[in-house]
């Protein structure tokens, strides 16, 4: 969903006119330089999130620092799906300055695990796609949650 460009990238919370969170959503920008939600949480008046009206994800590393030559495994864990199938793929580039791509896992309830391989020492950035999909009557319905993981480097 583009959004009007006014709005700044991060998370955002809203809330109701009673001062009750309502509300977090998450912006950014994508690669041709337009302002894309990418993350909703919705709450109800008790503060616990309404599922079927959220969609959001959770990256963890197994590592907290990362040296050259180090592998890194990255889960993305598809907390609240868009679709109750468990079809969902992760797309990223294979090879980049930073690093390199060794290996997609498929795990089930939701997790995608990847590990990447650190070829640089001073900066070491993945960007990819969390693509969520579901057959249905014959259409193809996808849902695509942008990522970026910035991985913590010593030398």
């Not at 991060?10 to 109701?16: Q, S």
């Not at 503060?47 to 050259?68: E, P, W």
Request: net charge negative; hydrophobic share 35%; with cysteine.
């Amino acid at each position: 969903i583009i959004v009007n460009d006014s709005i700044q990238y991060g998370w955002h919370k809203y809330y109701t006119y009673k001062g009750v969170l309502e509300a977090e959503e998450e912006y950014i920008w994508s690669n041709e330089g337009e302002n894309l939600l990418n993350r909703v949480l919705r709450f109800d008046e008790n503060g616990d999130t309404i599922q079927n009206r959220s969609n959001y994800f959770t990256i963890a590393l197994d590592k907290k620092v990362y040296q050259l030559g180090d592998t890194a495994n990255v889960t993305l864990n598809l907390v609240y799906p868009l679709f109750k199938s468990d079809s969902a793929v992760i797309i990223l580039p294979t090879n980049t300055d930073s690093g390199q791509v060794q290996k997609i896992l498929v795990l089930s309830n939701g997790k995608r695990t990847f590990q990447y391989v650190v070829l640089s020492t001073d900066f070491c950035e993945i960007q990819g796609v969390l693509r969520e999909y579901h057959i249905e009557e014959n259409k193809v319905k996808q849902r695509d949650l942008n990522f970026n993981v910035l991985l913590n480097l010593t030398k």
